[in-house]
């Protein structure tokens, strides 16, 4: 079973989602815990990604194609856990802020978060600051992620929480923000729960702000 866990950690790492898929399904065949494979093979696997990607050993291409690995390996697992009910790590709204149409980055933590076991809803860019509070309610979101490449709609991060305190939501829901011109500093300032500093650290952040989240 050893052996699966390490081909795990090497098809994720080399990006190939054929293959991936193909050994998700083998270990299911023989007779490996669906859960047991994904906590011992596939997230150490994907989380080791992140790590190497921040590190600058695996560079932005590598990091997609190791995410889509993962969702294919992810898909065919979940499908097999209790009954089909599929395990999701949280649940998560995220967009690019009203006025930025920039959206590169954006897609890449997506796919990094639906790797990890996320739900993901995907706004899109240029979103309205009310759309994320609508939506958020809509999809019972734990986490409200917000992007901006451009200094001039960082603003939108901060009306955001202005929006979700006047809401009485504040409390309801954690924020990361991220982006370019996206600092801690401006984390701190605005009043967001989190500042992600790439997709690897986003993914880090959420789990951190869920963990605290659970807690009484």
């Known amino acids: 079973m050893k052996n699966l866990f390490e081909q795990a950690i090497e098809v994720i790492l080399k990006g190939d989602a054929d293959k991936?898929?193909?050994l998700a399904r083998r270990g299911l065949d023989q007779?490996?815990?669906?859960l047991e494979f994904m906590d011992k093979g596939f997230i150490p696997a994907i989380n080791n990604v992140g790590d190497l990607f921040e590190a600058g050993r695996v560079f932005l291409p590598g990091l997609i194609y190791s995410a889509k690995a993962m969702e294919k390996a992810t898909e065919?697992?979940?499908a097999a856990i209790s009954g089909g009910n599929a395990i999701v790590a949280g649940k998560v709204v995220i967009g690019t802020?009203?006025?930025d149409v920039h959206d590169i980055g954006k897609t890449i933590v997506v796919s990094l978060f639906n790797a990890?076991?996320?739900d993901v809803l995907d706004l899109g860019r240029d979103v309205p600051i009310g759309r994320f509070i609508e939506e958020a309610e809509k999809f019972g979101a734990d986490i409200i992620g917000s992007?901006?490449?451009l200094t001039t709609t960082m603003a939108g991060q901060k009306k955001l929480e202005q929006e979700l305190k006047s809401a009485g939501l504040k409390e309801k829901y954690k924020t990361i923000v991220g982006g370019a011109p996206v600092t801690q500093?401006?984390?701190d300032r605005i009043g967001a729960d989190a500042y992600a500093q790439d997709a690897g650290d986003g993914v880090k952040k959420a789990k951190q702000l869920l963990q605290k989240k659970s807690q009484p």
């Open 20 to 22: 991936a898929a193909e």
């Open 31 to 34: 007779g490996l815990d669906a």
């Open 76 to 78: 065919i697992l979940n």
């Open 97 to 99: 802020i009203e006025g």
């Open 116 to 118: 990890n076991g996320f």
């Open 147 to 149: 992007s901006t490449l």
């Open 185 to 187: 500093r401006w984390a």
